[in-house]
């Protein structure tokens, strides 16, 4: 009698740490790959930006991806209708050497394809979301199961790239929203395909080798007697040098507030300590405050185990939200442009805390450390209301799995039901009011002409940057403002 042979699946994600680890994004593909090895026997290919990193780290094949990093919109565009051609037949369209050729390949040699989380399906991102098209594309000409794992979508798209993102929806078997935005839009752009709303692919991401009071004790940190932060060099309409005043003000204001220690996990930095990217120079900036200590970047697990040991989570960046909320650890997090609200709010709000969110704004006004003071005091209450809850999430996300495995498995799936969030556990007012105006004014300054800015690689460039730019210049107002009500 022969044996089956194993499943061949094809994964996509944002991953690969050759100088820049990259914490949230590994996390959703770490998760992925450990959510299909307990369903499949299968052999997993994940496309990377370093694949020799990722074949250390995660034990699987890895390829290059296809090639968008690093071009502008128009040059993504471009770039994304030649491997079409090249699908078409047109061999000339690419070299011979391309890296699409080799994406091409492994799709077409596979059983199924399937897209891990992110917030990739945007404009913002037009890399992302032109490989993530082109991969659906590929998958739909070779007549493989495609599926695409918990996406933020937009919130907006320039000009041709929501067809593309409505067309990508449909050939999939099963796609993912993360939050109540996406899973609407998705709806709307694609009302025939198969849309189940989520949450985050990390959300399930397995402990540390060891429990995660001891990884926070062999980091030297008491577990439940620390804050753990993190933060974005997004800085949205604030301005890049004002983000690093404010955010030391607010750690400082954290630590006396709550008499225990502050602990930046950077999300984001270089793995080379002789190199200063991303949330590296975060740190630099919060040095000497008294009760507050920073980590280099660790891996996914390590900084998932740390963040799930706090008493208390405050951050600009999505995975801190998704890594404490996992942990039942009250969380405040704080948003710098509308891309990011969609995808923090709506996260909290899948916990039943939406409110507990701010613009990156409400620091300088002095309302952020009002928040994380109102989620300090009611830190039990709110524990005790993701505790509660928990068991729904992780079984709503345990489903959703198994849908995933039985298509790329060539099963037909059973669906999980709605995604059904817990009772609001609101923000007082007026406290809550003045947060929802401020969010509003935040956005309208935004809407103006001031835009999100793309991932930090050299911030004092950038400073000099957003110093010269018209967002700079529009935001103004808002900035004397909050020096004024900062001086007060």
């Known amino acids: 009698m022969s044996t089956p042979s194993r499943r061949r699946i094809v994964l996509v994600g944002d991953v690969g740490a050759s100088r820049t680890l990259h914490v949230g994004d590994e996390a959703m593909a770490e998760t992925a790959i450990a959510q299909l090895r307990r369903r499949l026997d299968a052999e997993l290919t994940l496309l990377s930006r370093a694949p020799a990193d990722t074949r250390d780290r995660y034990g699987v094949e890895s390829i290059e991806r296809i090639g968008f990093a690093g071009l502008d919109h128009e040059q993504v565009m471009a770039r994304h209708a030649r491997v079409l051609a090249l699908l078409a037949g047109d061999d000339d369209a690419l070299p011979a050497d391309d890296p699409a050729r080799g994406v091409i390949a492994a799709i077409e040699g596979a059983d199924g394809v399937l897209i891990t989380g992110g917030g990739n399906i945007t404009t913002l991102y037009a890399e992302h979301l032109a490989e993530r098209a082109a991969v659906g594309a590929i998958a739909a000409r070779h007549g493989v199961p495609l599926v695409i794992g918990g996406q933020s979508l937009g919130p907006h798209f320039d000009e041709g790239d929501a067809s593309l993102v409505a067309e990508l929806l449909d050939r999939a078997a099963l796609a993912a929203a993360r939050e109540p935005g996406s899973f609407a839009l998705a709806r709307g752009l694609a009302p025939r395909a198969a849309v189940v709303e989520t949450g985050d692919d990390a959300a399930l991401l397995d402990p ?281």
């Open 208 to 488: 540390a080798d060891e429990p995660d009071a001891a990884v926070a004790r062999r980091h030297g940190l008491e577990p439940g007697a620390f804050v753990a932060v993190s933060f974005s060099p997004a800085s949205g309409t604030i301005g890049y040098r004002a983000l690093l005043d404010d955010l030391r003000s607010l750690v400082a204001s954290i630590a006396a507030a709550t008499g225990v220690t502050v602990v930046l996990l950077r999300h984001e930095g270089a793995i080379d300590p002789a190199l200063t990217l991303a949330d590296d120079a975060i740190a630099q900036s919060l040095k000497g405050i008294v009760g507050v200590r920073s980590m280099r970047v660790r891996d996914a697990r390590t900084t998932a185990a740390l963040t799930r040991a706090a008493a208390l989570c405050v951050t600009s960046r999505y995975h801190g939200a998704v890594f404490a909320l996992a942990g039942s650890v009250p969380c405040v997090a704080l948003w710098p442009e509308h891309y990011s609200q969609q995808k923090m709010r709506g996260l909290l709000e899948h916990h039943g805390l939406g409110t507990w969110s701010a613009p990156l704004t409400a620091i300088g006004t002095g309302h952020a450390a009002r928040l994380v003071a109102a989620a300090w005091a009611e830190r039990s209450a709110i524990a005790a209301h993701l505790e509660r809850a928990r068991p729904a999430a992780v079984g709503h996300a345990t489903g959703w799995w198994d849908a995933v495995a039985a298509v790329l498995d060539g099963r037909e799936p059973a669906l999980p039901g709605p995604f059904v969030a817990p009772p609001e556990l609101a923000v007082a007012a007026p406290l809550r009011d003045e947060l929802s105006r401020l969010a509003a004014l935040t956005l309208l300054v935004e809407q103006s002409g001031a835009s999100p800015e793309p991932d930090a690689v050299d911030w004092h460039a950038r400073v000099r940057e957003l110093e010269a730019s018209t967002s700079w210049r529009v935001t103004a107002p808002l900035r004397a403002l909050a020096a004024r009500i900062r001086r007060r």
